[in-house]
């Protein structure tokens, strides 16, 4: 079976940064990045002062042949409706942008890797272990 890993925005971030979600990243069949997460990092990258260097960097990694980023599609958003609702129903929102990283994750079968708990409120949701 194909290990298919998401990356948070946290998760790319920690990985450029610390090497954390390393020993995940190099034995992922795909590696998936939403294309929320890269709107994410983009903002990121233009508040800090090393733009060209980041923005380098992240298409460096998109060029990776196990690397992929996944687009915003109708059944994405079918499944972000069914997430907030469901969280909604729980009363346990989370940042709308990682509903919209959740819907990518669980459309692609994908484990999503982040450092943020608020994920645990979707169970259905597969969180990668640090190793």
Not at 33 to 38: C, D, F, K, L, R
Not at 94 to 105: G, K, L, S
Request: glycine share 6%.
């Amino acid at each position: 079976m194909d290990l298919i890993l998401v990356l948070d925005t946290n998760a790319y971030s920690d990985w450029r940064r610390s090497g954390r979600w390393h020993p995940q990243i190099a034995i992922a069949n795909r590696v998936v990045i939403p294309t929320t997460v890269i709107g994410e990092l983009h903002h990121g990258f233009r508040k800090g002062t090393n733009f060209g260097v980041n923005t380098r960097k992240l298409r460096e990694f998109l060029a990776e042949p196990q690397v992929e980023v996944h687009p915003v599609t109708y059944r994405t958003a079918e499944i972000y409706g069914e997430l907030v609702h469901h969280l909604q129903q729980q009363g346990t929102p989370i940042p709308t942008n990682d509903i919209w990283i959740a819907a990518a994750t669980q459309e692609c079968r994908g484990i999503l890797a982040s450092g943020d708990d608020h994920f645990r409120h979707l169970p259905f949701i597969d969180l990668a272990k640090e190793r």
